[in-house]
């Protein structure tokens, strides 16, 4: 086919989809039965037709977990992020969406590529150590997301964060691909030159011992990456601000095609180093912890992380952790509400998707971990929100699990594209017509890579349920988070709880046929007649990490 004939024929394609889309999006009613407004002028002119497409503004954020405000995932202290939240009131918030995967490669990779890593086997991947997401199979020909809509007319404009990195030390090289961007910010070859670092003394205090810090690995006593504490700068030296200035003078250009702006900050990510005045927001004394329930992990996996949250605890840093934390998120709110505000003022306000979402979530504490890397709640829910104004209501809130997986088909059909079929997410354009339209349930995986030989775990979240399988050592767990919000209670044994369980591992099978199931009790573990699981020689594990 010439390239004349494919376009008119991909003009008549999608046109054809963008009438489907409007019609349907015309006749939904929300909650309050308030009729949604229509896609503005997408079928007026077919000789304007790309023009008419919506922009997209898409928006990664880098390890934000549910402490923002709207979710408020840490309730019983208040985490500043008005920006955020008037983002999520202009927009329909996903209040349990979820990660494919707890670390920053292989989640961004199946997020943008569209394939789920469970299948790619992108987990390799996980710190840069692995191949490039590209030499998997999987993934070798696929279609991202920024070169889908690149290949059909929009001009592709990158910034900071979106791929797991452009450059050493996070990956030995770039995980960009240059040709998928018609420009990247500040190179798709350099991460950011100028990620300023707190002096010494803040971050490297003497009455730490710095010398078993993690992340500590050449006996200088410091560490690349696991640092915190104020800066005496202001936000202009941030890398963030750069970035954030170089997408606003984006949307101040006069663009003749629409765009896929992907902005991506490197906060709250650690190093938890940012400005002053953000720590003056959030004094020491005024820092609640959250739960960290003793003995948490006696029933459940142990992620091998246990040795970090105690060098925190023995030198008294979990405040001060908690602390930069919540500056390092409200600096990054801060920042997207510049963006905010540049698209407002700009031409483009009404005719821009805004997709906003942080590719996991984090723990503060909770199960004795600090960071992600875990298939638990706290490391896999994530803020998702989707604006689109005069076609997304407003203020609505969808409840079923939805995954980050979503993001891609979402986008291709709320731009009135056809879905390729190479996509393991589902539109969420149903929730968007229904908040209340069921759910498949998510699927997260990761690659623990701390023991000798590495091994697999796959969660499965559904409306009620977390279950999560670990198959080399054949460990379930089961939490109900109608009354167990925090998973403190293992209830996979359980007599009672049979059918859900295999229901989850249906899930499972969908994405892992070959996945099996062992009859025997876990390896290390015990279970009591009651269906209680425990380890087996817990002090001694305790003792070991
Ligand atoms: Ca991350």
Not at 67 to 89: C, E, F, Q, S
Request: with cysteine; proline share 7%; charged share 25%.
């Amino acid at each position: 086919m010439s390239y004349k004939a494919f376009f008119v024929k991909k003009r008549f394609l999608t046109l054809s989809i963008v009438s489907i889309v409007v019609m349907s999006l015309t006749s939904f009613t929300t909650r309050d039965q308030q009729p949604i407004p229509t896609i503005k002028n997408s079928l007026n002119s077919n000789t304007n037709f790309e023009k008419n497409k919506p922009n997209i503004l898409f928006i990664a954020v880098d390890d934000m977990n549910d402490w923002v405000g709207y979710l408020n995932g840490h309730g019983r202290m208040k985490i500043h992020t008005p920006n955020i939240d008037r983002l999520a009131r202009a927009s329909m918030v996903f209040t349990n969406a979820h990660t494919p995967s707890p670390a920053c490669a292989p989640a961004r990779a199946a997020i943008l590529t569209g394939v789920h890593h469970a299948r790619s086997g992108i987990q390799n991947t996980h710190w840069g150590d692995g191949p490039k997401w590209r030499k998997f199979p999987h993934l070798k020909n696929v279609e991202t997301l920024e070169q889908f809509f690149k290949n059909r007319g929009y001009k592709t404009l990158g910034a900071g964060k979106i791929y797991h990195s452009q450059a050493p030390p996070w990956t030995p090289t770039s995980q960009v691909e240059p040709e998928n961007w018609d420009f990247y910010y500040p190179s798709p070859y350099i991460s950011h030159p100028y990620q300023i670092r707190a002096p010494d003394e803040v971050i490297y205090p003497k009455e730490v011992n710095n010398k078993s810090r993690p992340g500590e690995s050449d006996g200088s006593g410091k560490s690349s990456w696991w640092t915190w504490g104020p800066l005496a700068v202001k936000d202009q030296k941030m890398a963030d601000y750069h970035i954030v200035d170089w997408a606003n003078h984006q949307l101040k250009l006069d663009h003749k095609q629409p765009f896929f702006l992907a902005v991506g900050t490197w906060k709250p990510h650690d190093p938890w180093e940012v400005p002053q005045k953000y720590f003056d927001l959030y004094p020491l004394e005024d820092i609640v912890l959250p739960f960290n329930k003793e003995n948490d992990l006696l029933d459940a996996f142990d992620h091998g992380r246990r040795w970090i949250h105690k060098w925190v605890e023995d030198n008294k840093q979990w405040v001060k952790v908690v602390q930069s934390y919540a500056a390092a998120i409200t600096f990054t709110d801060t920042m997207i509400g510049r963006l905010l505000d540049q698209l407002k003022e700009s031409k483009y306000a009404d005719n821009t998707i805004i997709v906003l979402w942080s590719d996991h979530g984090m723990h503060m504490g909770e199960k004795e971990n600090i960071e992600k890397f875990t298939l638990w709640e706290r490391s896999t829910r994530v803020p998702l929100i989707i604006s689109y104004p005069g076609v997304i209501q407003a203020k609505t809130s969808c409840d079923q699990p939805v995954s980050l997986m979503d993001i891609y088909p979402t986008l291709v059909e709320l731009s009135g594209f056809e879905k390729p079929a190479h996509l393991d997410g589902h539109s969420l354009l149903p929730q968007i017509k229904n908040p209340n339209a069921s759910t498949t349930p998510v699927i997260s995986s990761y690659q623990f890579t701390w023991t000798e030989k590495p091994f697999a775990g796959h969660a499965v979240r559904s409306k009620n349920y977390r279950y999560i399988y670990y198959p080399d050592i054949g460990l379930e767990e089961l939490y109900d988070h109608q009354s167990d919000p925090n998973e403190w209670k293992n209830i996979a044994y359980k007599k009672e709880n049979k059918k859900i369980i295999n229901s989850h591992r249906k899930v499972l099978l969908e994405i892992l046929p070959k996945l099996q199931w062992k009859l025997e009790t876990p390896e290390g573990y015990k279970i009591d007649p009651n269906g209680n699981i425990s380890f087996l020689n817990y002090n001694e594990l305790l003792e070991k990490n």
